[in-house]
């Protein structure tokens, strides 16, 4: 028997007694604990140790065997047969909700993923409840888990029934899940840079307005905008919606419903107010159809393809960066 320990069980977490077995196996072996020839403990051995029944342990060798990763000698216990682990790399994606730019996101990762790996993708539509439950279910089912917490805080309780080695955290940066590898967006300072990026088409506004709806939508983007404004001495205002706004000539309006988009455009429209001359729109998160809306929308938003290709490579080479995946003001001719 090595002298190093080559299985552990973990009696709190959600992965199966066997899975475990198994996956601490192939982690020794991943890791040169374990060499091709090397005698395993013996059922009883891990039986006792951990407290296991024997069909446990049987169930978790014979599948180990049935990969030809352990051979069984009689009345001498079994061995290692292989170490070449050919292990299929299954990925388990849990985003909030499926829109343009999202579909952008997964077929970027798609794509990159493409004969390297599986990928099944979930939905968790900003329910707590569907959100524990689709990870609760994923456990032991994947070698890698991609997880979009959105709005929740207090994750990492569930979080840690997964192993804490192939768990990645897409789009937000949560100080509770900063043992995470990441992709993520800083809301606050992309929105403040996008902004002085695009100064000088800016400072011909005479009032900047940013429409935020709050609830699932990242706050911080107010800090960013705030923090604009008052440094470079424009008048603004944060409203949650557009309900009592009239908008007038000179301004420049920030939006991030595509539904508030939709209506300004018609508002605009209405007023015969000329967009990118009197009257400013600009859209968050890109899309292709706001390339041809009114003649092109400016928009600021993330490189969503380049956040898939970003957490794909991550996944494959079993990097453990936190990456800021930068955003920038697209502008068209509605500034």
């Known amino acids: 028997m090595p002298k190093r320990r080559v299985i552990s069980i973990n009696p709190k977490s959600s992965v199966p007694k066997y899975r475990q077995i198994i996956d601490t196996v192939l982690k020794s072996i991943e890791k040169k604990r374990l060499k091709k020839g090397d005698k395993v403990p013996s059922i009883n051995q891990i039986c006792s140790e951990f407290s296991l029944s024997r069909d446990t342990v049987m169930f978790a ?3 180990l065997k049935s990969k ?3 051979k069984s000698q009689p009345g001498k216990g079994y061995y290692i047969a292989s170490t070449e682990i050919k292990v299929e790399e ?3 994606v849990l985003f909030d909700e499926l829109n343009a730019f999202k579909e952008d996101l997964y077929n970027s990762l798609i794509n990159s993923l ?3 790996a599986t990928v099944e993708v979930y939905f968790h539509h900003f329910n707590y409840k569907v959100f524990k439950n689709l990870i609760t279910e994923s456990i032991g089912n994947y070698t890698s888990y991609l997880i979009m917490p959105a709005t929740f805080d207090n994750t990492g309780h569930l979080l840690s029934k997964l192993p804490q080695d192939r768990v990645y955290i897409i789009d937000r940066l949560k100080p509770e899940l900063a043992k995470y590898p990441v992709v993520y967006q800083d809301f606050e300072q992309d929105f403040y840079d996008a902004l002085v990026e695009g100064k ?12 935020n709806p709050g609830g699932k939508e990242p706050e911080e983007r107010s800090e960013g905008f705030k923090r604009f404004c008052e440094e470079n001495d424009f008048r603004y205002e944060i409203v949650k919606s557009l309900d009592g706004v009239k908008p007038s000539l000179w301004e420049a309006y920030f939006l991030i419903s595509d ?3 939709v209506e300004m455009v018609k508002i605009a429209k209405y007023c015969k107010f000329k967009l990118g001359k009197k009257f400013g729109i600009v859209s968050f998160n890109n899309t292709m ?13 993330t490189d969503f393809t380049e956040m898939g290709r970003t957490l794909a490579n991550m996944v494959v080479t079993r990097d453990k960066s936190q990456v800021r995946n930068n955003a920038r003001m697209i502008v068209r001719n509605s500034l």
């Open 61 to 63: 060798f014979n599948e």
């Open 68 to 70: 030809g990763i352990l």
């Open 90 to 92: 299954r990925v388990f």
């Open 114 to 116: 493409k004969g390297k």
């Open 200 to 211: 000088e088409m800016i400072e011909k506004y005479r009032r900047l307005v940013f429409v």
């Open 259 to 261: 539904r508030d988009l």
């Open 289 to 301: 159809l706001k390339e041809v809306v009114s003649g092109g929308i400016t928009t600021i938003s």
